[in-house]
């Protein structure tokens, strides 16, 4: 069910071509290759598609190894990051959050709470950001935000740049942009940014913007305070409840 056309009659198709193909070359090729041929891969993906497919973005699942191994562990963190804030619905394959779960939440937390990384635009192209630097512009509603997730291995230093015309107006004069992963005001001229990145570092840079609320501190069960803690229960072969 990965064909887009499937997409004229289901809600949602698989990404199948990013998650078995697409993503296997950042293991083969460096980082300045692979970051531009993935940026224009998703754009040329997204013109040849059917209108406002919605593609569920994942790194792995049944028909692939475990992630963490293929990549590392902080590679998969970057990619999971990526695979949330481009177009799209981020799917989360069984178990693969063991050992990640802190860094799951805060990037589906920013998914979350900013409309354009949900139902907002994307552009693949009009973004400039450092060698290895993969980015992305998401825009909706008047609003605009930058994703940014560093797939060079290394820590990355530079100047990340948006064309006035790629922005709506409303976001056009923004004197500051806000890291949306530490909070912090990044400041903004003519739509050019500075930012430091560590290795397979990710952020979002939203124009104009207050800071995200605070995740909720996860009780002893493992639930965030105030959620339904109502689990599903499942019977085993045995009749034992799980």
Same mark, same amino acid.
């Given at each position: 069910?990965?064909?887009?056309?499937?997409?004229?009659?289901?809600?949602?198709?698989?990404?199948?071509?990013?998650?078995?193909?697409?993503?296997?070359?950042?293991?083969?090729?460096?980082?300045?290759?692979?970051?531009?041929?993935?940026?224009?891969?998703?754009?040329?993906?997204?013109?040849?598609?059917?209108?406002?497919?919605?593609?569920?973005?994942?790194?792995?699942?049944?028909?692939? *190894?475990?992630? &963490?191994?293929?990549?590392? #562990?902080?590679?998969? +963190?970057?990619? /999971?990051? =990526?695979?949330?804030?481009? !177009?799209?619905?981020?799917?989360?394959?069984?178990?693969?959050?063991?050992?990640?779960?802190?860094?799951?939440?805060?990037?589906?937390?920013?998914?979350?709470?900013?409309?354009?990384?949900?139902?907002?635009?994307?552009?693949?192209?009009?973004?400039?950001?450092?060698?290895?630097?993969?980015?992305?512009?998401?825009?909706?509603?008047?609003?605009?935000?930058?994703?940014?997730?560093?797939?060079?291995?290394?820590?990355?230093?530079?100047?990340?740049?948006?064309?006035?015309?790629?922005?709506?107006?409303?976001?056009?004069?923004?004197?500051?942009?806000?890291? *949306?992963?530490? &909070?912090?005001?990044?400041? #903004?001229?003519?739509? +050019?940014?500075? /930012?430091? =990145?560590?290795?397979?570092? !990710?952020?979002?840079?939203?124009?104009?913007?207050?800071?995200?609320?605070?995740?909720?501190?996860?009780?002893?069960?493992?639930?965030?305070?105030?959620?339904?803690?109502?689990?599903?229960?499942?019977?085993?072969?045995?009749?034992?409840?799980?």
């Amino acid at each position: 069910m990965g064909a887009s056309i499937h997409g004229a009659v289901s809600d949602s198709t698989y990404d199948f071509d990013l998650c078995y193909h697409v993503l296997h070359d950042f293991r083969k090729s460096p980082p300045e290759v692979f970051v531009p041929r993935l940026r224009r891969w998703l754009h040329e993906q997204q013109c040849a598609e059917i209108p406002d497919l919605v593609r569920m973005r994942h790194v792995e699942s049944h028909d692939s *190894l475990r992630s &963490g191994l293929w990549y590392g #562990a902080d590679a998969q +963190r970057a990619l /999971v990051a =990526l695979t949330a804030w481009i !177009h799209g619905i981020p799917m989360v394959y069984h178990e693969m959050e063991d050992g990640h779960y802190e860094a799951y939440r805060r990037i589906f937390h920013v998914r979350r709470e900013v409309e354009e990384l949900n139902t907002g635009a994307a552009d693949y192209l009009s973004v400039s950001a450092p060698e290895g630097v993969f980015a992305c512009l998401r825009t909706g509603a008047g609003r605009a935000s930058v994703v940014l997730v560093n797939l060079s291995g290394k820590p990355v230093r530079g100047a990340v740049a948006v064309p006035a015309e790629a922005l709506p107006e409303t976001a056009r004069g923004a004197g500051w942009a806000r890291d *949306l992963m530490t &909070g912090a005001k990044v400041a #903004a001229r003519g739509g +050019r940014m500075e /930012v430091s =990145l560590p290795s397979f570092g !990710h952020t979002v840079l939203r124009f104009g913007a207050r800071a995200l609320p605070g995740l909720a501190p996860v009780t002893g069960e493992g639930f965030p305070a105030g959620a339904d803690r109502k689990r599903t229960r499942m019977k085993s072969s045995h009749g034992k409840v799980n």
